[in-house]
């Protein structure tokens, strides 16, 4: 269930904000577009205060730290535990643009794609400096700035999406979408930097191939999962068997069950998806 703030009721707690609109309430928070007394265009998200949010300060203070054209911007936060729970927000740079979910469903261009994975893996490894894996990497939490660029959004705030919570709720269904192998055996010690990699690996072969290399298998929760941990089936679809020799190299590796069989870093990744792409 989606946690739903009445737009009202979000005016009445935020008094300094003109509020523009309320964005797709997700079960984490509602996100509304605002503006500051300087016409600044901002995102307020208000976090649900059910959520376990016991790691969220710290990540959120690594993220103050990053400061890159492909990651958004913190503005503001504030995740003390007032009486009502209901104070836990964070406010960052609204991003003109859309989201990288409008722009999946059909093969991309192949120099878009490697400017476009480039700069998200540019943005990733800028991420991985501050010591900060987003777990949560999926089309709606990569916006697509006017000018092209993506821009990573919501990255710490995925603490809750441990494979525990996943099953209890079972409200999730969407998120593990973009799961790594690792990320369904529920156990923090296996998720590293890498396991963003994977997510990369499912959202290039998206946009080179126009599907989810997974797709057969969105339907369940177990066929998915037994899908990204087992299957190599999507190396054989005609879309993606039609791909340039460099461009299913970079994607078998990101798509590497094993973390160690990934890139070693964003870093990597970047400047093969950039050769394969042609721009070095
Ligand atoms: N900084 C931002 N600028 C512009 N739009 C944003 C920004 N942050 C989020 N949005 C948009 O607001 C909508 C809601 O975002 P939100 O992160 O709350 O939901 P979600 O990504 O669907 O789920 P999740 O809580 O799992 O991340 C999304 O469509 C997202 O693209
Ligand atoms: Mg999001």
Redesign the pocket.
Known sequence: MPFHVPIDEARKRFPNYTFIKA???????A?F?VQDKNGEDL?L?IVNPNFGLDRVPREVEAMLKVKHPNV?EFVEYSLSVKRDGSLYYII????EGT?LTAELGKPWDHTRAAEFFAALLDGLNELRRANVVHR?LKP??V?VRADGEPVI??FGLARHLDLPDITKTGALVG?PLYFAPEQFTGERKYIDHRTDLFAVGILLYSALVGKHPFDAATHDFNALADAIKNSEEYLSDPGFAALPAPWKLVVKKLLSKQREHRFNDAAQAASVVRKAGGLT
């Open positions: 964005l797709t309430a997700s079960e984490q928070k996100a577009h995102c998200k958004v960052e740079n609204f991003v989201d949560d709606s939490n916006r959004i919501d998120t």
